[in-house]
T-cell receptor, first 114, second 113 residues
Framework: AQSVTQPDIHITVSEGASLELRCNYS??????LFWYVQSPGQGLQLLLK??????LVQGIKGFEAEFKRSQSSFNLRKPSVHWSDAAEYFC????????????FGDGTTLTVKP | KAGVTQTPRYLIKTRGQQVTLSCSPI?????VSWYQQTPGQGLQFLFE???????NKGNFPGRFSGRQFSNSRSEMNVSTLELGDSALYLC????????????FGQGTRLTVV
């Protein structure tokens, strides 16, 4: 079965600093990959997605992610973090055999220091 | 377009009772998925319906069930509630094809006392 690992449970960065959140997946073929953000008590908002093609994808709010097949990774980055980016971030995969089922990582909580 | 609507937003139930949660997907979307989110287990897939048929199912006991209507609206039901069923239940809708993303509702916060 596919799995998603987000190694960092909690990350703290200073406002204006760069950010990288890690995501690794385990699956034989290339799955479809997603990053979501969740504010407390809210649903999930899609930041970006990778289906195929260019391995560097741009998303909303200045986020980008790079798919590296050799490392089975899909890390999320932002060059300059804003205080409003504080939230929980989830990486997710969908495989072709289960089009309607997303498998999520455990999430990374981002704290932004002023 | 209106987003995914989940009702109610908050619910308090007693152990042993049953509960029904509702999800109205984005207009035109034929797939509805349900997820349970808890601090200990994270986001776990419950089931997915596509055109009124259950297409995928997660590893939850039979107390958890769902259905989808012809207008794509979906309900999930939990019978004989347990304290451990307290969670945020999230619904997501998508057109249903492989290369499309899911759009999530705000969730229903269920508390079992």
């Amino acid at each position: 079965a596919q799995s998603v690992t987000q190694p960092d449970i909690h990350i703290t960065v200073s406002e204006g600093a760069s950010l990288e959140l890690r995501c690794n997946y385990s699956y034989g073929a290339t799955p479809y990959l997603f990053w979501y953000v969740q504010s407390p008590g809210q649903g999930l908002q899609l930041l970006l997605k990778y289906f195929s093609g260019d391995t560097l994808v741009q998303g909303i709010k200045g986020f980008e992610a790079e798919f590296k097949r050799s490392q089975s990774s899909f890390n999320l980055r932002k060059p300059s973090v804003h205080w409003s980016d504080a939230a929980e971030y989830f990486c997710a995969v969908v495989i072709e055999a289960n089009a309607g089922k997303s498998t999520f990582g455990d999430g990374t909580t981002l704290t932004v220091k002023p | 377009k209106a987003g995914v609507t989940q009702t109610p937003r908050y619910l308090i139930k007693t152990r042993g009772q049953q509960v029904t949660l509702s999800c109205s997907p984005i207009s035109g979307h034929r797939s509805v998925s349900w997820y349970q989110q808890t601090p200990g287990q994270g986001l776990q897939f419950l089931f997915e319906y596509f055109s009124e048929t259950q297409r995928n199912k997660g590893n939850f006991p039979g107390r958890f069930s769902g259905r989808q209507f012809s207008n794509s609206r979906s309900e999930m039901n939990v019978s004989t509630l347990e304290l451990g069923d307290s969670a945020l239940y999230l619904c997501a809708s998508s057109p249903g094809q492989m290369n499309t993303e899911a759009f999530f509702g705000q969730g229903t916060r269920l508390t079992v006392v």
